[in-house]
Protein backbone atom coordinates (compact mmCIF):
# COMPACT_ATOMS: atom_id res chain seq x y z
CA UNK A 1 0.00 0.00 0.00
CA UNK A 2 1.13 3.33 -1.01
CA UNK A 3 1.07 5.74 1.95
CA UNK A 4 0.93 9.82 2.10
CA UNK A 5 3.17 10.56 4.80
CA UNK A 6 3.48 14.20 6.09
CA UNK A 7 6.27 15.45 8.63
CA UNK A 8 6.08 18.50 10.26
CA UNK A 9 7.87 21.21 12.75
CA UNK A 10 9.20 24.45 13.48
CA UNK A 11 12.05 26.11 11.24
CA UNK A 12 15.43 24.51 11.84
CA UNK A 13 13.86 20.82 12.74
CA UNK A 14 15.49 19.37 9.74
CA UNK A 15 12.86 19.47 7.41
CA UNK A 16 14.77 19.41 3.78
CA UNK A 17 17.81 17.35 5.72
CA UNK A 18 15.60 14.95 5.57
CA UNK A 19 13.57 15.30 2.58
CA UNK A 20 16.73 14.79 1.20
CA UNK A 21 18.10 12.10 2.88
CA UNK A 22 14.67 9.82 1.76
CA UNK A 23 15.11 10.90 -1.82
CA UNK A 24 18.82 10.00 -1.70
CA UNK A 25 18.39 6.57 0.12
CA UNK A 26 15.29 5.62 -2.44
CA UNK A 27 17.01 7.16 -5.55
CA UNK A 28 20.50 4.36 -4.30
CA UNK A 29 17.81 1.83 -4.77
CA UNK A 30 17.44 2.39 -8.46
CA UNK A 31 13.98 3.44 -7.50
CA UNK A 32 12.72 7.21 -9.56
CA UNK A 33 11.23 9.43 -7.84
CA UNK A 34 10.90 13.13 -8.04
CA UNK A 35 11.97 16.11 -5.58
CA UNK A 36 9.54 18.90 -5.16
CA UNK A 37 9.53 22.04 -3.26
CA UNK A 38 8.38 25.91 -3.55
CA UNK A 39 10.77 28.81 -3.49
CA UNK A 40 13.81 27.46 -1.84
CA UNK A 41 15.89 30.35 -1.13
CA UNK A 42 18.34 28.64 -3.79
CA UNK A 43 16.03 28.47 -6.66
CA UNK A 44 14.50 25.50 -7.81
CA UNK A 45 16.35 22.62 -5.46
CA UNK A 46 15.91 22.20 -2.07
CA UNK A 47 18.60 23.06 0.62
CA UNK A 48 19.24 21.64 3.64
CA UNK A 49 21.38 24.03 6.58
CA UNK A 50 24.14 21.26 6.89
CA UNK A 51 25.02 22.37 3.42
CA UNK A 52 23.46 19.56 1.07
CA UNK A 53 21.20 20.05 -1.96
CA UNK A 54 19.56 18.35 -5.10
CA UNK A 55 17.80 19.76 -8.12
CA UNK A 56 14.22 19.92 -7.43
CA UNK A 57 10.97 20.89 -9.03
CA UNK A 58 9.20 24.01 -8.60
CA UNK A 59 5.66 23.55 -7.41
CA UNK A 60 3.62 27.05 -8.17
CA UNK A 61 0.30 27.58 -7.67
CA UNK A 62 -1.49 26.25 -10.73
CA UNK A 63 1.08 23.26 -11.09
CA UNK A 64 -1.36 20.09 -10.80
CA UNK A 65 0.90 17.59 -9.22
CA UNK A 66 -1.02 14.51 -10.01
CA UNK A 67 -0.47 15.54 -14.10
CA UNK A 68 2.85 15.83 -12.72
CA UNK A 69 3.16 12.51 -11.77
CA UNK A 70 1.35 10.82 -15.06
CA UNK A 71 3.63 12.79 -16.64
CA UNK A 72 6.34 11.42 -15.12
CA UNK A 73 5.18 7.73 -15.08
CA UNK A 74 6.80 4.78 -14.12
CA UNK A 75 7.75 6.44 -10.64
CA UNK A 76 7.96 5.07 -7.31
CA UNK A 77 7.77 8.22 -4.99
CA UNK A 78 7.66 11.92 -4.44
CA UNK A 79 9.65 13.63 -2.44
CA UNK A 80 8.02 17.10 -1.17
CA UNK A 81 9.54 19.60 0.78
CA UNK A 82 8.44 23.17 1.74
CA UNK A 83 4.71 21.51 1.60
CA UNK A 84 3.11 24.43 3.91
CA UNK A 85 3.13 26.70 1.07
CA UNK A 86 1.19 23.84 -1.36
CA UNK A 87 -2.36 24.91 -1.96
CA UNK A 88 -5.12 22.67 -0.49
CA UNK A 89 -5.75 21.29 -3.92
CA UNK A 90 -2.44 20.49 -4.37
CA UNK A 91 -2.11 18.40 -1.30
CA UNK A 92 -5.25 16.79 -3.09
CA UNK A 93 -3.39 15.67 -5.84
CA UNK A 94 -0.97 14.01 -3.82
CA UNK A 95 -3.66 11.99 -1.93
CA UNK A 96 -4.50 10.97 -5.64
CA UNK A 97 -1.27 9.97 -6.55
CA UNK A 98 -1.28 7.77 -3.52
CA UNK A 99 -4.53 6.21 -4.37
CA UNK A 100 -4.96 5.76 -8.27
CA UNK A 101 -1.12 5.63 -8.93
CA UNK A 102 0.13 3.73 -5.77
CA UNK A 103 3.42 6.22 -5.06
CA UNK A 104 4.52 6.60 -1.68
CA UNK A 105 4.45 10.68 -1.02
CA UNK A 106 6.89 12.09 1.68
CA UNK A 107 5.85 15.77 2.33
CA UNK A 108 7.03 17.86 4.81
CA UNK A 109 6.60 21.46 5.75
CA UNK A 110 6.18 23.83 8.51
CA UNK A 111 3.65 23.64 11.10
CA UNK A 112 2.15 27.72 11.70
CA UNK A 113 3.48 30.94 10.33
CA UNK A 114 4.51 33.89 12.14
CA UNK A 115 1.09 34.28 13.89
CA UNK A 116 0.95 30.54 15.47
CA UNK A 117 -1.30 29.32 12.72
CA UNK A 118 -1.45 26.45 10.49
CA UNK A 119 -0.27 26.96 6.67
CA UNK A 120 -3.46 26.28 3.81
CA UNK A 121 -1.19 22.99 2.72
CA UNK A 122 0.10 21.83 5.98
CA UNK A 123 -3.70 22.56 7.49
CA UNK A 124 -4.62 20.11 4.49
CA UNK A 125 -2.02 17.66 4.33
CA UNK A 126 -3.01 16.80 8.02
CA UNK A 127 -6.59 16.33 7.72
CA UNK A 128 -5.71 13.89 5.21
CA UNK A 129 -1.88 12.07 5.42
CA UNK A 130 -2.20 8.52 5.86
CA UNK A 131 1.05 9.18 8.39
CA UNK A 132 1.69 12.43 10.52
CA UNK A 133 4.63 12.67 11.49
CA UNK A 134 6.10 15.37 13.67
CA UNK A 135 9.84 15.88 13.49
CA UNK A 136 12.60 14.42 15.99
CA UNK A 137 15.06 17.58 16.44
CA UNK A 138 13.35 20.44 17.90
CA UNK A 139 14.67 24.18 17.68
CA UNK A 140 15.08 25.92 20.86
CA UNK A 141 14.21 29.54 21.94
CA UNK A 142 16.94 31.63 23.29
CA UNK A 143 16.30 30.32 27.04
CA UNK A 144 16.07 27.32 26.31
CA UNK A 145 12.58 25.62 26.05
CA UNK A 146 11.21 24.17 22.95
CA UNK A 147 10.37 26.86 20.26
CA UNK A 148 6.85 26.43 19.26
CA UNK A 149 6.42 30.02 17.11
CA UNK A 150 8.35 31.48 14.55
CA UNK A 151 8.10 35.20 15.27
CA UNK A 152 8.24 37.75 12.20
CA UNK A 153 10.33 40.92 13.47
CA UNK A 154 9.73 43.87 11.69
CA UNK A 155 12.50 46.37 12.88
CA UNK A 156 13.26 44.77 15.83
CA UNK A 157 9.35 44.49 16.91
CA UNK A 158 7.74 41.32 16.91
CA UNK A 159 4.54 41.72 14.34
CA UNK A 160 1.19 39.38 15.26
CA UNK A 161 -0.82 40.40 12.22
CA UNK A 162 0.04 40.93 8.08
CA UNK A 163 0.59 38.56 5.09
CA UNK A 164 2.07 35.57 5.17
CA UNK A 165 5.65 35.87 2.60
CA UNK A 166 6.61 32.85 1.20
CA UNK A 167 10.06 32.10 3.14
CA UNK A 168 11.68 28.83 2.66
CA UNK A 169 12.98 26.75 5.50
CA UNK A 170 16.58 26.98 4.38
CA UNK A 171 19.39 29.27 4.64
CA UNK A 172 20.07 31.89 7.26
CA UNK A 173 17.58 33.52 9.01
CA UNK A 174 19.06 36.63 7.86
CA UNK A 175 17.67 40.17 7.77
CA UNK A 176 15.96 40.93 4.82
CA UNK A 177 14.23 43.78 3.12
CA UNK A 178 10.39 44.46 2.90
CA UNK A 179 8.66 46.75 2.01
CA UNK A 180 11.26 48.83 3.23
CA UNK A 181 11.48 47.44 6.52
CA UNK A 182 13.96 45.04 8.27
CA UNK A 183 11.96 41.52 8.58
CA UNK A 184 13.66 38.47 10.58
CA UNK A 185 12.25 35.81 11.60
CA UNK A 186 13.37 34.04 15.46
CA UNK A 187 12.25 30.70 16.39
CA UNK A 188 10.75 31.25 20.07
CA UNK A 189 8.66 29.70 23.18
CA UNK A 190 5.47 30.21 23.68
CA UNK A 191 5.76 32.47 26.44
CA UNK A 192 8.32 34.68 24.46
CA UNK A 193 6.44 34.77 21.76
CA UNK A 194 3.59 36.22 23.59
CA UNK A 195 5.48 38.57 25.57
CA UNK A 196 7.46 39.75 22.76
CA UNK A 197 10.80 39.20 24.41
CA UNK A 198 13.54 38.35 22.11
CA UNK A 199 17.15 37.11 22.07
CA UNK A 200 19.97 39.43 21.53
ZN1 LIG B 1 11.67 31.32 25.59
Redesign the pocket.
Known sequence: MATLRFSFGTMGSGKSTMALQIHHNLASRDLYGLLLTTLDREGAQVTSRLGVAAQAIEVVPGLDLYKLAVDHWPLHYLVCDEAQFYTAEQCDQLARVVDDLGVDVFAFGLITDFRGELFEGTKRLLEIADERVPMQVEAR?????R?THNARVVNGEIVYEGETVVVGDTGEQSAQPLFGDVVRYEL??????RNG?L?T
Open positions: CWCGAALCRTHYEG
